[in-house]
């Protein structure tokens, strides 16, 4: 397959490069060269400039997916934090294919993930992306995003996600360009939504309904689920942790309660933000619910016991080291949101 790219390059000159033009692929070089003579729209870079024209080139990256249910594709992020080596590929995405058109779930941290998780579609199918749906602000899973808007989808994502990204997208870039490198953040932005959802909304994708629901203040205050009907399965983002340690950026009440509306719905399975593709399910959820309860119950008896922030986090959740990746990068800051919260109960 062969695609059409374009130079794209810093503002100052470096580093440069290839990004993908969607819309062009084809099965040969000399069809995609009579697609582009009809005339390109490129994508917007806003923090890139463009060099020369575009070109055609053999298909680029793609993501590693698993067809965990007829139709239902999960791709398992790697569980780490941002790395030269990773290049931001630490989080969960899915892709659901219904009859007439498919809807992608979470982008990944980049804008070499959104063009390779559209070269792993057109690997399955040629039916149109439609709708690219964020499940939160949290940029492993919304940075990918732009790349499908380019190619077609409508951005879907909580009524809130929109102002969140907006005050924290200069940070994030920032940061998986320190972590992950230049050429990573090159071309990587924010994709603004075009259907935010308050309550349920509810995506045919021929015959095949997706629910989407927006959830209040818990891991965030922009967390959506998907529930994909045919196969019974709720794509949770962050709202289900497995293997990696939890990440509280929102309200440790909240993530309780909803954890346990959650372990009362009736669903075949769970796909995660993070660790396995396929959760088995109410059991999936034991490890999370745990974690939460032994998060506030410390908490609450640090601040009982008239312990300072900067001593408690040192001893908040501490049973829990072995259960979790990642433990000591994100216990320290959920322990510091939970006491923050709890303090004023």
């Not at 040969?28 to 009809?38: K, M």
């Not at 021929?206 to 794509?235: F, K, M, Y």
């Not at 506030?296 to 009982?304: E, F, N, P, S």
């Not at 990642?326 to 709890?342: G, H, Y």
Request: glycine share 8%.
């Amino acid at each position: 397959m062969f695609e059409a790219v374009i130079l794209i390059c810093a503002a100052a000159g470096a580093p440069c490069e290839e990004a993908l033009v969607p819309g062009f692929s084809a099965p040969t070089p000399a069809g995609c060269e009579a697609a582009l003579t009809g005339g390109v729209d490129l994508p917007a870079w806003p923090d890139a400039r463009v060099a020369g024209e575009p070109a055609c080139r053999e298909a680029g990256q793609m993501l590693e997916f698993r067809e965990v249910s007829p139709g239902l594709f999960v791709h398992r992020g790697q569980i780490a934090e941002w790395n030269r080596e990773n290049r931001g590929d630490m989080s969960n995405i899915a892709f659901v294919v219904g009859d007439s058109a498919v809807a992608v779930i979470d982008s990944g941290s980049a804008r070499w993930m959104g063009e390779a998780v559209l070269r792993s579609i057109r690997a399955v199918t040629d039916l149109p992306v439609t709708h690219a749906i964020v499940t939160h602000m949290h940029p492993d899973h919304a940075l990918g995003a732009r790349v499908l808007a380019a190619a077609g989808a409508k951005v879907v994502g909580h009524a809130a996600l929109d102002r969140a990204l907006a005050d924290r997208a200069a940070t994030y870039l920032e940061r998986l360009s320190i972590q992950a490198g230049a050429d990573v953040a090159l071309g990587t932005g924010v994709a603004p939504v075009d259907m935010a959802v308050e309550d349920v909304l509810r995506i045919d994708l021929g015959n095949r309904e997706l629910e989407i629901r927006a959830w209040p203040l818990s891991h965030t205050g922009t967390d959506v689920t998907v529930l994909d009907r045919q196969s019974g399965a709720l794509i949770a983002g962050d709202l289900v942790f497995d293997t990696h340690a939890p990440s509280l950026d929102g309200s440790l009440v909240g993530w309780q309660a909803v954890t346990a509306d959650l372990v009362a719905t009736d669903l075949t399975a769970v796909v995660p933000g993070h660790g396995t593709a396929w959760l088995d399910w109410p059991d999936g959820a034991t490890a999370q619910a745990r974690y939460l309860d032994v998060l506030a119950r410390d908490t609450r008896r640090a601040i009982r016991d008239g312990l300072p922030l900067s001593a408690a986090v040192d001893t908040i959740a501490g049973s829990e080291a072995d259960a979790w990746a990642l433990f000591d990068v994100f216990n320290p800051r959920n322990a510091t949101v939970a006491f923050t919260e709890l303090e004023w109960e």
